[in-house]
Every structure is written in C-alpha cells, then in structure tokens.
C-alpha cells in the first residue's frame, strides 16, 4: 500500500511538467544546484569557470586528461590574496582538516555531473579547519593556477585560512 501512495505523489507532482511538454512548452523548472554566494571582496565562481577546459585522450590507456586554457581575468589572480568560498570536501578521516577541495557548488547533489576543475578548488591550508561538509566555507589564501601537468587540478590555494 505504501509504494502505491508513493508512487500516487510521484505522479502527481510529474503531471504538470507532462502536461507541458505534451502541449510544446517547457516544463517549469528551477535550477537549485548553484555555485557558493561570492563573499564581500570575494572571487565569484563565475569567474574561475570561465576557464576552458582542453582534453585529450590517451588512446592506450584510453585515460582523458584535461588542461586549462586561463582567460587574463583569471591569470591576473595568479599569486595573488583571494577570498572565496564553497563546501568542503575532506581527504582525510578527522576532526580537523589543513588540506581538503573546496567546491564550488553543492556536494551530493543526484541530479547533477561531479564538479568540473574549474568548479574546485585545492586547499592547503595555514591552519586547520574544523571539518564540516554541510556549511559553506569562507577562505582566503593565496591562488595558484595549475593543471599544465594534466593532474586536473586548476586551482590550488595555500596558506589558506579562514575568512
């Protein structure tokens, strides 16, 4: 009984997006997978995807590495203080955490691809953070634009601290 209510609810809530697609409109939508606010004084994620993305597979190994192509916004960043923020994404098991991905849009979101390397970035930080993967995260630290060795790192922040 309970997978028919389920299922009752699933269709329901589908009927007016069908409805639409079968009179040629588009279903009405709202895109809720958005980047990270841009903290005051901060670098906006719009920015830091503008960088382009160049892959080339491997034929051997059939592995795809990508390479960024930095417009002149983003390569003035380079060496430079920034402020940005995002969810963390640990690499280690513990309470704290000094080098962890920050990202640009949410974690865990079904509906969408895993981050581009131009939606994330490498923090190796000055202090530790406590480790939280559910609040958005305000860091600041110094941008170093990588990836020229196809490690599909494009931003790396170090010396990174809390804002």
């Known amino acids: 009984m309970r997978m028919f209510i389920t299922l009752g609810l699933l269709a329901a809530t589908a009927l007016p997006a069908a ?15 958005q980047p990270a606010k841009t903290p005051a004084g901060g670098t906006a994620w719009s920015l830091l995807q503008q960088t382009k993305l160049n892959d080339r597979k491997d034929e051997a190994t059939m592995t795809i590495f990508t390479k960024p192509s930095f417009p002149a916004a983003v390569k003035a960043l380079n060496g430079k203080q920034i ?21 640009g849009y ?20 000055a202090v530790p953070f406590p480790t939280n993967e559910s609040k958005v995260h ?10 020229y060795d196809e490690s599909g790192i494009f ?9």
Not at 19 to 33: F, S, Y
Not at 106 to 125: D, S, T, V
Not at 155 to 163: G, K, S, V
């Open 83 to 103: 402020k940005v923020a995002g969810w963390m994404m640990p690499l280690d098991n513990g309470v704290q955490q000094k080098h962890w991905v920050l990202l």
């Open 19 to 33: 409805a639409a697609m079968q009179l040629g409109k588009p279903a009405p939508t709202k895109d809720v997978w």
């Open 106 to 125: 949410p974690p865990g979101c079904p509906f969408h691809m895993h981050a581009l390397p131009n939606q994330f970035i490498e923090i190796k930080a």
């Open 155 to 163: 931003y790396r922040l170090i010396n990174a601290r809390p804002a």
């Open 138 to 147: 305000i860091v600041s630290g110094t941008l170093q634009l990588t990836g």
